[in-house]
């Protein structure tokens, strides 16, 4: 049986390429070093109950089946006939199909935006604020002897992401802390329960008891790999971690301030921030400047909890105060496969990195008024087509509403609340198993994603679909001018 | 494709010793041929005839240049180009959008650019940005200076082990020449640290600056490279560097042969600086331009700085670094695992500050305190000290001492005192012009069918409304930058593209990369490659190289090596 | 010359309208007026196809005012870089009011959009209802916010009032959201209602001044003393004050004047003093 090695999982930022899949028959019946998120997805995707096979089109409000060519032109004549249409999704598709994507919306004068205005939109806003001292995760890997993931869960959300590049991953300069991790474990529990615990770790189910309290342990004093967790809530990731700091919600903003104070070697007029007493504080801060490189990412808890962009331009000015000291990068844990190479094919082609508005045929930037939840909680846009992503179920309910009510064109090989309630529905294949294409990880990586198994027949590629309803688009246009 | 006859032009074609004279250039099927029929007719009399212009330094795509897009918004909002019938939208200014960029050039009368620092992990996302780079031909040097491999086989001495490294390397990643960034430094900089001169070791790694430039320069030569090994020294941007610059030059003195220079000192402005420290700095230009003068070895580009605002962009992140000390200004860092780093920190030259005004001088006394034009080239190292839309204005500055005068009126009265410049009186022919920003680069890039109109060139015409028989251009600096600055024809690949300033048509430019043809011995470096490729690389073997699919139109040059 | 416009279409997607601005009508007839061009969407359209133009031969003034009336909610960048004459609105108006602007006066009956005042260096917006956020902010990535002028906003402010600002005042009546004065570098805010968290966060200079409750302090603001009135571009306000030295993350030497009486739960910091 054919097994395809070196295969980039199409689900999460980590972008982790090493996963060796099994074909047979057109039909992928294993897959070897997937985290479970991928697995799934793998093992699943070809169910026929949740695909899309036909293109739809609603006709006396249902959706029925109609032809390529029929669902083309009609997509073709609602974005041309639009004023103000909004282009979305865009971070699970490759950047060849986000090309052609760019080159649509500016045909039509719309206006495109990829998930990173739901997501990251507010840690790009502060790059642009301030810029951003980072690297790819090979530094880290090789280099990092601290490491903070800070209102991030990458045992949930980014499952290899502490194997392949932090903690547990071995490098140049250090090692792996994987062992010193197994021999606390020991500790917690006792050399007869430990294969039964490790067992537990690894099911997901177990709950470990986690290191936190008033002072740093003392393995912080050693030049080995620390990790730190901040967060609100007790986390998995945070079982794994040699400190977890526990952050009252909506406070982080605060933290970093008085953490950036305490690195300057200033003194807080308070006892305590965000639930943490200064003195406890200050280790931190300790640690901070006395690594040899350190690591901070962050998750989405940080950039959608109060203070948004603000909570990254904190994070980002603490890391470049850092930088004064020692060595100190920042990384946002991106979410989509490929949410980071919507922002940089957006960027070459447009010099901004999402939330674009063609409509004055220039692009045009300034997300709170080109962004695509705030044009549709206002009810501006007159059309709608969305590429590989679900905004009915996760846009606030007055967006939702406002995108139903224009006519909507959805692209996407799985059946969604969106495909529910659009007006055209192209099936399409799945980047990454069904065809190739390029994405970035999340330190903006480029990576090949193969192709596996063949589509169903009906399912084209996004670049495929978007490029027929750009010729057509340009076909009624040139019509038009003549008449 | 139809023919084209470039008729009664003042043609310029220093690589065959054409100054100036009037004739008639005919182009069939993207050649330079002898003669066409039937072909359609530019009427060029009183105009400026050049090869299309080349740039050996300018960086136009990739990571560096993307994350630099991505930090100014404001840099973007004041400079929008709007789409045409013929032409896509994009932004401008000192980082601009890619089709912008080729536009751009292409106005110019630009037809092969280079992007000179190419990190190979990320090389698909140059790849991918140079394909959406329309109207110019291009190529992208990887970044080699400490990379950890090279870094290795150097320090063992194995010559022939790194030159095999480097051929995969061009192959992997469709690279053309060998970048070295502050040698060795950018390992430093992993632990936020940096070399202070070419004798300093390499933290961790043993192996000093000058072993690092020798050592790649023996492999450029091993290989056959078409350009020289392609240098940004050690204490860039730093009063006094000029001594690093100075040793660097020296250390490939006996590595030179009779043919062929052995190395180019890129952006060398920045390089050139006097002094312990910004109060007592000065130019170094008369130290450096002494010594190009009396070698022959070494070719440059001058990185010449303009007075606005633009965006610094370099692969020597500890420099950045200090950049954005002195600024306070936003300030991006990038390393990249096992190779290199980068950064990048927006910076307004300003012509009332004594030390910008001071570097100002320093690019024009280098261009023309040099005398060989041939071995000194027009950059502005695009964006770092100004963007490339600000070569028609240095045009002017080299052809004319008045368009120099007016400046130096300007700026700050303690440079205007120091600087040497005032005192040159020398002003470049348009013959010279046609050597510094075609000539000269296409042969030092070794483009055999670049920066000439003879039989067989690439037919890359650029055509200036310039009379020079009329005007005493000298004395009409305004008239040398309205010409340059608008193209009246730009020629890509025997088509029209450019007419007036304007495109006309939109064409895809090629991807020039080095095809190194090895022993077989050499070749079989992958199997040892691969097993350590793993514990250096987060990602796999297989994925990091670059299939030639990801070149839209790929040239690969084909190069027998001499091992 | 004054002019009148008179909305007469309801409008769905954004307009563009930065030429409602007396120094783009200043010397043109009211046909040239009328056929200049906005955009709708991502159609070009003439101004006299939103608009009813009128021009009122009572009011002869020398400077050029322009009075608005209807929903222009959805109307974008009027006033966008004017140097002077006249604005008055009657109703709401949309994003980016008086962005740019050098001189003049614009005067909203209702309220106003985001991004009202960005970057002006001069003249006056006043604004009777509330206003959206980042007023006198500046655009994404520049650190030019308010370089001069007034904005007096009679209702609430959103959030990142004055936002990069280097001269010039503001006055808000109401309230403000979280982040009043945010990396501001100079000029003077005026809070006459309560103010959410983070006021003055990454300040570096200039005057924040809160009349009633500010819900929280910043751990990285100094307490400096107590004082009895605080001033405003000469006019005094009486406190007394909590004035607060700050942010100390970013080396600031920024004042943030909070209401002694409002916020009791302050007290605790007098045993700096």
């Given at each position: 049986m054919p097994v395809i090695d070196n295969v980039t999982c199409p689900v999460c930022g980590t972008l982790c390429d090493d996963l060796s899949v099994t074909v047979k028959e057109n039909a992928i019946i294993d897959v070897k070093n997937a985290c479970a998120v991928s697995e799934a997805k793998f093992m699943s995707f070809s169910n026929p109950k949740h695909r899309n096979l036909r293109p739809l089109i609603r006709k006396n409000g249902k959706l029925i089946e109609s032809t390529f060519e029929e669902a083309v032109e009609k997509s073709a004549q609602i974005l041309v006939d639009a004023s103000y249409p909004i282009l979305y999704g865009w971070s699970c598709t490759s950047c060849e199909a986000i090309r052609v994507g760019l080159e649509l919306a500016e045909e039509v004068g719309g206006i495109t935006d990829n998930t990173s205005t739901v997501c990251h939109g507010p840690s790009i806003l502060s790059i642009q604020n301030l810029g951003i001292p980072t690297c790819t995760l090979g530094q880290i890997r090789h280099r990092a002897d601290l490491i903070i993931y800070w209102a991030s869960d990458p045992y949930s959300a980014h499952p290899r992401h502490m194997e392949r590049y932090t903690a547990f991953s071995d490098g140049r300069f250090q090692e792996s802390e994987w062992e010193h991790f197994v021999t606390r474990l020991r500790g917690i529990l006792g050399r007869r329960r430990l294969n039964r615990a490790s067992e537990l770790v690894l099911m997901k189910e177990a709950s470990l008891p986690v290191f936190s309290g008033q002072k740093l342990p003392p393995k912080f004093e050693t030049r080995k790999r620390k990790v730190i967790v901040v967060d609100v809530r007790k986390t998995h990731s945070a079982e794994f971690a040699d400190f977890f700091l526990q952050v009252e919600p909506n406070k982080d903003f605060e933290l970093f301030q008085a953490l950036r104070l305490l690195v300057r070697d200033g003194e807080l007029e308070v006892n305590q921030v965000a639930g943490v007493p200064v003195d406890l504080l200050e280790e931190v801060a300790d640690a901070l400047v006395g690594c040899d490189f350190g690591a901070l990412f962050f998750g989405v808890g940080l950039t959608m909890s109060s203070g948004k962009l603000q909570n990254i331009d904190a994070a980002i000015a603490l890391t470049q105060d850092l930088n004064l000291r020692t060595k100190f990068v920042i990384m946002p844990m991106r979410g989509h496969f490929n949410v980071a190479g919507a922002n940089v094919v957006y960027t070459w082609q447009t010099g901004y990195p999402f939330a674009l508005d063609f409509s004055q045929n220039y692009p045009r930037y300034n997300p709170g008024e080109t962004s695509v939840v705030d044009i549709l909680s206002h009810d501006k846009a007159d059309a709608g087509l969305i590429v590989a992503s679900d905004p009915v179920s996760n846009f606030p309910r007055s967006a939702v509403e406002n995108l139903v009510k224009n006519p909507l064109i959805v692209i996407d090989p799985v059946i969604s609340p969106t495909t529910m309630v659009a007006d055209v529905v192209f099936p399409s294949a799945f980047v990454g198993i069904e065809v190739d294409g390029t994405a970035y990880r999340m330190d903006r990586v480029p990576l090949p994603m193969k192709k596996l198994v063949d589509p169903p027949s009906l399912c084209h590629s996004d670049e495929e679909i978007l490029r027929r309803i750009l010729h057509q688009v340009k076909r009624i246009k040139q019509q038009r001018r003549k008449l | 494709m139809g023919g084209l006859l470039v008729k009664n032009g003042f043609v310029y074609d220093p690589l065959n010793n054409i100054?100036?004279?009037k004739m008639d250039i005919a182009v069939l099927d993207g050649k330079i041929v002898e003669k066409t029929r039937n072909a359609k007719v530019i009427d060029a009399s009183g105009m400026v005839v050049m090869p299309g212009g080349v740039d050996i330094h300018s960086h136009i795509a990739g990571s560096k240049v993307n994350s630099g897009r991505l930090l100014r918004p404001e840099d973007h909002y004041k400079d929008v180009e709007a789409r045409t019938a013929k032409t896509r939208s994009g932004v401008g200014y000192s980082i601009p959008s890619t089709f912008t960029t080729g536009y751009r050039y292409s106005r110019l009368g630009w037809t092969t650019v280079m992007e000179p620092a190419m990190p190979p992990l990320k090389a698909k996302h140059t790849h991918e940005e140079l394909n959406d780079t329309p109207m110019i031909d291009k190529g992208a040097f990887p970044l080699l200076g400490s990379n950890w491999f090279v870094l290795e086989h150097l320090r063992a001495k194995e010559y022939e082990e790194c030159a095999a490294y480097v051929a995969w390397m061009m192959r992997a990643t469709k690279g053309y020449a060998i970048k070295i960034v502050n040698p060795g430094g950018l390992e430093a900089w992993g632990f936020g640290r940096n070399v202070r001169d070419i004798d300093d070791p390499v933290p961790n790694f043993d192996i000093t600056p000058r072993e690092i430039v020798q050592g790649l320069c023996k492999v450029n030569q091993l290989l056959n490279l078409p350009h020289t090994i392609h240098v940004h020294t050690n204490n860039l941007g730093k009063p006094g560097n000029y001594i690093t610059t100075l040793e660097t030059m020296k250390c490939v003195e006996n590595l030179a042969t009779e043919v062929n220079p052995a190395i180019h000192l890129t952006h060398c402005q920045f390089s050139a600086f006097a002094g312990n420290n910004w109060r007592t700095f000065r130019s170094a230009s008369e130290e450096i331009s002494e010594y190009v003068n009396s070698h022959s070895h070494v070719t440059l580009d001058i990185g010449q700085i303009i007075f606005t605002n633009t965006t610094t962009m370099t692969a020597d992140g500890p420099f950045q670094f200090i950049l954005y000390q002195i600024t306070g200004n936003k300030w991006v860092n990038n390393d990249v695992e096992t190779e290199t780093s980068s950064g990048i920190v927006p910076f307004r030259y300003k012509r009332k500050s004594y030390v910008h005004a001071i570097q100002w001088t320093v690019g024009l006394e280098l261009a023309l305190k040099i005398k060989d034009p041939w071995k000194t080239f027009l950059t502005t190292d695009h964006p770092n000290a100004g963007p490339f839309m600000a070569y028609p204005k240095i045009i002017a500055w080299l052809m004319s001492q008045k368009a120099r005068d007016a400046v130096i009126s300007k700026i700050s009265r303690k440079a205007r005192h120091k600087a040497s410049l005032p005192s040159i009186d020398r002003e470049f022919t348009l013959h010279e012009i046609a050597v510094v920003t075609r000539a000269g680069q296409a042969k030092a890039l070794g483009l055999k069918n670049k920066g000439h109109l003879g039989i067989g060139a690439d037919a890359d015409i650029a055509i200036y409304n310039l009379n020079p028989e009329k005007t005493n251009l000298a004395k009409e600096p305004a008239m040398i930058r309205q010409a340059f600055k608008n193209a009246a024809y730009t020629i890509k690949d025997g088509e029209i593209v450019v007419k007036n300033g304007e495109v006309v048509k939109s064409v895809n430019g090629k991807t020039y990369w080095a095809d190194l043809k090895a022993s077989q011995s050499l070749l079989e470096i992958e199997p040892e490659l691969q097993k350590v490729f793993e514990e250096y690389y987060t990602v796999k073997y297989e994925n990091y190289l670059v299939p030639n699919?990801?070149?839209?139109i790929g040239a690969p040059i084909q190069i027998q090596t001499k091992v | 010359m004054t002019l009148k416009l008179q909305l007469i279409k309801e409008l769905r997607v954004p307009i563009d309208a930065g030429c409602i601005c007396p120094d783009t009508f200043a010397g043109k007839s009211l046909n040239e007026i009328a056929e200049l061009q906005i955009w709708e969407g991502n159609r070009k359209r003439l101004l006299n196809s939103l608009f009813e133009l009128k021009e009122d031969s009572q009011e002869t003034p020398d400077e050029t005012n322009i009075h608005l009336t209807g929903n222009l909610s959805r109307v974008q960048r009027i006033g966008a870089g004017m140097k002077g004459g006249e604005i008055t609105v009657q109703g709401d108006v949309g994003m980016h009011l008086g962005e740019k602007m050098l001189g003049g006066t614009i005067m909203v009956e209702g309220n106003a959009g985001s991004w009202t005042g960005s970057a002006m260096k001069g003249g006056t917006i006043i604004v009777k209802k509330n206003a959206g956020d980042y007023i006198g902010g500046a655009y994404r990535g520049s650190t030019k916010g308010m370089q001069g002028g007034t904005i007096i906003i009679h209702g609430d402010a959103g959030t990142e009032v004055g936002c990069y600002m280097r001269n010039g005042l503001i006055k808000i009546q109401g309230n403000v959201a979280q982040f009043v004065g945010i990396r501001m570098r100079n000029g003077t805010i005026v809070v006459q209602g309560s103010a959410a968290e983070r006021a003055g966060a990454f300040m570096t200079g200039g005057k924040i001044i809160i009349c009633n409750n500010v819900t929280s302090i910043l751990p990285s603001f100094s307490i400096d003393s107590i004082k009895s009135k605080a001033k405003a571009e000469g006019e005094a306000i009486k406190g007394p004050f909590y004035l607060f030295i700050g942010d100390l993350a970013d080396h600031g030497n920024g004042k943030l004047y909070v209401s002694k009486n409002k916020n009791e739960y302050l007290k605790s910091f007098e045993e700096f003093l």
């Open positions: - | 100054n100036g004279e699919h990801y070149l839209s | -």
